[in-house]
């Protein structure tokens, strides 16, 4: 495809784009979190070497950090953005699902007090492609399926309140659902959840909202949830659990897998833990994930890449089939 522009087609910048395949099917994503604005590092040069059928991005697409009702401020970062050679590259090549974090939506640590909430939805909306949105002014959650994979991607800043809520009532309640009907009807479930999970402390992860936590992981527990697989961002690290310590419920015993993977091209730090796999804090680095499903069995890999795309770590998971999905 290409863009027309007063009659004129700008053949110069080509995209293309394959859309999803239905029913038992190998695929790869991508997935990466934390930019710079205006970011044209090496490292979307190397997202889009990986050839992923989808690219995942799960939070501060940039650091535009505008606390303000300015939309002309969020246009701004947005066209300087999209319009950076490595990203505009990766862009017209690969399809996007996108949520935001902190930095994107808002201001450090933003949540739903943020006086720029209003616009920051509204040039979502009028900027990036997006599976059905709950209403105009809702948590940007969503969720779509490929092949027998339900990925199902959470919002955890527009409807936050500290101490009280990481997702808001409606967003729970549609989290909740998706788990219950995806993990019984899908062969696999991906969670996108922006923050991190594992965490002892810290109000900017869901450690502040453990009651909140609690109640997610007891419905995970409750309804025996064994083909789901968590993936993070906003940690500027790649980390790997194995699901040691991913359990918050009242059952004993091991829950699902999760990785991070971040920062694409911001300073490095650790957040959250612990992990089963070393945390390991950098820029350049993102995250791939491998789908192989052949009808009867479904195996997953999870590595974390550098810049360079050298994997820095790689984890087998071979989730459990519901009934009626295997064989």
């Known amino acids: 495809y290409a863009a027309e522009v007063a009659g004129a087609v700008d053949g110069g910048r080509r995209g293309r784009f394959s859309t999803f395949p239905v029913g038992p099917t190998s695929f790869r994503l991508a997935v990466g979190a934390c930019a710079r604005v205006g970011s044209n590092g090496a490292v979307f040069d190397a997202i889009a070497a990986t050839d992923p059928l989808l690219y995942l991005i799960t939070g501060d697409l940039h650091y ?14 947005l066209d300087l953005t999209l319009t950076r050679p490595a990203q505009s590259e990766l862009y017209r090549s690969t399809p996007i699902a996108y949520v935001w974090d902190d930095h994107d939506y808002g201001f450090n640590d933003g949540n739903s007090l943020s006086a720029g909430r209003a616009a920051a939805m509204d040039i979502y909306r009028a900027y990036v492609p997006s599976y059905p949105l709950a209403g105009p002014q809702s948590s940007v ?8 994979v339900r990925v199902i991607m959470t919002d955890a800043r527009s409807e936050r309140i500290p101490g009280d809520t990481m997702l808001g009532i409606q967003q729970k309640e549609w989290l909740i659902e998706e788990l219950e009907t995806a993990s019984k009807t899908h062969a696999l479930v991906l969670l996108i959840n922006p923050v991190p999970w594992i965490a002892e402390t810290g109000e ?6 453990p009651d909140e936590r609690e109640e997610i992981a007891q419905v995970i527990a409750d309804n025996d949830i064994e083909n789901l697989v968590m993936i993070s961002g906003d940690a500027h690290m790649v980390a790997f659990d194995d699901g040691t310590n991913s359990n918050y419920s009242s059952e004993s ?34 995250g791939v994930i491998d789908i192989v499903d052949d009808g009867d069995t479904v ?17 087998d998971f071979t989730p459990r089939l519901p009934a009626g999905l295997s064989g």
């Open 299 to 315: 195996s997953v890999t999870l590595e974390a890449r550098n810049w360079e795309n050298d994997v820095i770590f790689s984890h």
């Open 204 to 209: 900017d992860t869901w450690a502040g909202f």
């Open 64 to 77: 535009g950090d505008i606390p303000e009702e300015d939309r002309e401020r969020f246009r701004e970062v």
């Open 253 to 286: 015993g091991p829950a699902f897998p999760l990785m991070h993977a971040a920062a694409l091209d911001r300073p490095g730090s650790v957040k959250g833990g612990p992990y089963t796999g070393e945390a390991i804090g950098g820029g350049g680095q993102f």
């Open 141 to 148: 959650h969503q969720s779509f399926t490929v092949g027998r």
